[in-house]
């Protein structure tokens, strides 16, 4: 049972370059998440997205692009990189949001340096 | 500005005694609370949780309580264990479905 699954692990980026940062989940759940993870700030909502077809702006959104044309896949995609976007990026993925089963499953995380 | 807020970035403990992890929160919106927990190189893992119906949540060793009036929770561990030195994650939702993180911070349980 895979759960959540990222790709790549890790990336190093030149300044200006783009790329896409895959999440794949196979547990059917409904709600997805991008985060960005650095020191001191904890966990911050990049994007999210509560249903195929449907995105939403989170926390920290400049900069970032995201997709979900697919249930399973949410794709955040940085058009042209800059050196503040370095981070350990983490998807995440959850079946409903209520008073059960609630709890949000993550991936493994990316690290990427951007140069 | 914060919605989320772990004050505290470390704290230390000895094996067997209780860690208490606090978190507040400004959004009154948020009506679902979750902590997580996160060991180095690896995604955070759920952990505990509570929903705004309630004040106190309890599995095994444990407790989550929760004050509404103040906007504030807190993670209680008793008895404190080795394995359990990690960094743990305050999260909140609301009706928007955002989950929203604190900062984390990190539990370090002295044998």
């Known amino acids: 049972n895979a759960g959540v699954t990222q790709t790549p692990k890790f990336r190093v980026l030149k300044t200006g370059q783009s790329m896409t940062l895959l999440c794949a989940q196979d547990m059917n759940h409904e709600y997805m998440y991008w985060y960005r993870q650095d020191p001191g700030m904890g966990l911050r909502l990049i994007h999210y997205?509560?249903?195929?077809?449907?995105?939403a702006k989170g926390e920290v959104p400049d900069g970032y692009n995201v997709s979900r044309l697919k249930k399973q896949n949410f794709l955040l995609g940085l058009e042209s990189a800059a050196p503040s976007q370095t981070s350990v990026y983490f998807c995440?993925?959850?079946?409903?949001?209520?008073?059960?089963?609630?709890?949000?499953?993550f991936g493994q995380g990316t690290r990427l340096t951007v140069v | 500005d914060q919605q989320v807020k772990q004050n505290s970035p470390s704290l230390s403990v000895q094996e067997g005694r209780i860690s208490i992890l606090n978190c507040d929160y400004t959004n009154s919106m948020f009506d679902y609370f979750l902590w997580y927990k996160k060991y180095p190189a690896e995604g955070p893992t759920f952990l505990i949780s509570i929903s705004s119906i309630k004040d106190k949540n309890e599995d095994g060793r444990f407790t989550v309580f929760l004050n509404k009036s103040a906007k504030h929770l807190s993670l209680h561990i008793v008895p404190s264990q080795p394995g359990d030195s990690a960094v743990y994650f305050c999260?909140?939702?609301?009706?928007?479905?955002?989950?929203?993180f604190g900062s984390g911070t990190r539990l370090l349980v002295r044998p």
């Open positions: 999260a909140a939702s609301d009706s928007s479905y955002k989950l929203i």
């Open positions: 997205s509560v249903g195929e077809g449907t995105t």
């Open positions: 995440a993925s959850s079946k409903y949001r209520g008073t059960v089963n609630t709890e949000a499953f």
